[in-house]
């Protein structure tokens, strides 16, 4: 199955720093979702698009979908060490109901 | 307090034999779906079902099985089969199929290993 673009694909921040991450895929995409997987437990879905050029944020965490229909960005500001994980976004391309699309993920760790 | 469930958190089980894997959600989604997710690796999709009685495979679903007798339920079994069950498996739910209704909540996973 296709697997979108995500990068970077592991990143080391220092507390208090902004972090970006995008995917990309050469599909046009309908809904791009974005997820946290903590080590051992389930992804937690933390912000869901569904327009072109939509923004939405979710406390320190903003996501774009973008323009084109064929990426997205997340954004977190103000980094804090609860923010390590591995981060995955999702979409849907259009014409394929029911299934997602995941990315293959970016693990970020946050030093003090 | 709504949710999905599966359970056990982990399994253990000897080489040739079947195994089922519960997954149960009390949110009235109509969609249901099972991963397998490997270290390191991302979700990839076993089988989905759009409704009550109908499943779909997903990209590996060989040596796998489903069944969706009840909208809350879609029990997996890992059957013998399966060359390299040994994985980490995540079920999730969604209201619907398509637009606001196609996003995936997923429960905490099952360590299913081997031996």
């Known amino acids: 199955g296709q697997q979108l673009n995500q990068s970077p694909q592991s990143m080391f921040i220092q507390e208090g720093e902004d972090v970006s991450m995008n995917c990309t895929s050469s599909?046009?995409?309908?809904?791009w979702l974005w997820y946290k997987q903590d080590p051992g437990e389930g992804p937690v879905l933390l912000i869901a698009l569904y327009k072109a050029g939509e923004l939405t944020s979710n406390g320190r965490l903003t996501a774009q979908f973008g323009i084109t229909r064929k990426d997205s960005f997340l954004n977190i500001s103000a980094s804090i060490p609860s923010d390590v994980g591995i981060y995955f976004c999702a979409g849907q391309p259009t014409g394929t109901a029911s299934k997602l699309t995941f990315g293959t993920g970016t693990r970020l760790q946050v030093t003090l | 307090d709504g949710g999905i469930t599966q359970s056990p958190k982990y399994l253990f089980r000897k080489e040739g034999q079947n195994v089922t894997l519960s997954c149960e959600q009390n949110l009235n989604h109509d969609a249901m779906y099972w991963y397998r997710q490997d270290p390191g690796q991302g979700l990839r999709l076993i089988y989905y079902?759009?409704?009550?009685?109908?499943?779909q495979k997903g990209d590996i679903a060989e040596g796998y099985s489903v069944s969706r007798e009840k909208k809350e339920s879609f029990p997996l079994t890992v059957t013998s089969a399966q060359k390299n069950p040994t994985a980490f498996y995540l079920c999730?739910?969604?209201?619907?199929?398509?637009?606001?209704?196609?996003?995936?909540?997923f429960g905490p996973g099952t360590r299913l290993t081997v031996l």
């Open positions: 079902s759009q409704i009550v009685n109908d499943f």
């Open positions: 999730a739910s969604s209201p619907g199929t398509s637009g606001a209704r196609s996003a995936q909540f």
């Open positions: 599909s046009i995409f309908n809904t």
